[in-house]
């Protein structure tokens, strides 16, 4: 079964030239994370640069992942639980144009083929394997996001957007941790422009950093969270993303001994599953809740 390649062709260069560097400071990286991790309009300025783009693929996520949430919210009360995860997940899917799912099912192809690994995952054709484990990502994130609907339905729209970003953040692990696996592959630009975790680490810790100052300014301003249960709890419970965001990328990467830019997608892919039916577990068994 023949199936088109967003990840087929590297991206563009920057049309003022690579500057590694990034002298003409980060914005232009964040312009390209834009362009490269999701179908949303271009910015008219700056012209995006895709050297260092994916240290900001957690900012993406956590649009794409506000997008899903306010999509729950308006379909909340409006239409049967089913429906209203079914149309969230093909949202999600739409955003980011389908890139992460192609690498989810070519990786799942290469696994099921043994030490035909690498043949198998540069196959323009989706296997049987391929197609299993992109059916079973979309029932994870069903079934997740039912669950929510139904212990915890105020803790979805922030479980959605907790789930898209550790997802976007889990590549940087396996970046870290293993070698890319051709000099010559798509995603090759990422390890060659790579300046260590840390460093690239840093737009996510911004994030992090802020929802923890939310919660220590809400605290000091006498906000309890008795008042409003569910919200603390969906905002503690999405933290448990952190699990998977390290685990997958570090068992994908000592399956194949490598990664590439498909397991790179695969690990977007089950990451973000996974955050969800976490945390809506999580949610279902902790003692305060608002479903």
Do not use: I, M, N
């Given at each position: 079964m023949p199936r088109s390649s967003p990840s087929a062709a590297p991206?563009?260069?920057h049309p003022l030239g690579p500057n590694p560097?990034?002298?003409?400071?980060?914005?232009?990286?964040?312009?390209?994370?834009?362009v490269f991790y999701s179908?949303?309009?271009a910015w008219p300025w700056p012209r995006p640069r895709f050297s260092r783009i994916a240290r900001f693929a957690s900012w993406i996520g956590l649009v794409l992942g506000g997008l899903q949430a306010m999509v729950w919210l308006l379909l909340a009360g409006r239409a049967p639980a089913f429906t209203?995860?079914?149309?969230v997940i093909v949202l999600?899917?739409?955003?980011?144009?389908?890139?992460?799912s192609d690498g989810a099912m070519d990786t799942a192809d290469g696994l099921a083929a043994g030490d035909r690994c690498l043949e198998a995952m540069a196959d323009s054709r989706v296997g049987a394997?391929?197609?299993q484990a992109f059916a079973q990502l979309l029932l994870v994130r069903l079934a997740a996001l039912v669950w929510l609907a139904a212990a915890a339905a105020a803790a979805a729209p922030a479980a959605l957007v907790w789930a898209a970003f550790w997802a976007r953040l889990?590549?940087?692990i396996a970046m870290d941790r293993f070698p890319y696996r051709s000099a010559r592959g798509t995603g090759a630009f990422h390890r060659h422009h790579w300046r260590g975790l840390a460093l690239e680490l840093r737009p996510s810790l911004l994030v992090l950093a802020g929802v923890v100052l939310l919660v220590a300014a809400a605290g000091a301003a006498g906000f309890s969270p008795g008042a409003a249960p569910q919200s603390w709890l969906s905002l503690l419970a999405g933290a448990v993303g952190v699990l998977p965001a390290v685990l997958v990328p570090l068992w994908l990467g000592?399956?194949?001994?490598?990664?590439?830019?498909?397991?790179?997608g695969a690990c977007v892919e089950w990451v973000e599953a996974l955050s969800l039916l976490l945390t809506a577990a999580l949610l279902a068994l902790l003692p305060l809740q608002a479903g």
């Open positions: 991206p563009p260069p560097d990034g002298r003409d400071g980060w914005l232009p990286d964040l312009a390209g994370a834009w179908v949303l309009p209203q995860a079914a149309l999600g899917l739409a955003l980011s144009g389908g890139l992460h394997s391929g197609v889990s590549p940087l000592r399956r194949l001994g490598s990664h590439s830019g498909d397991s790179y």
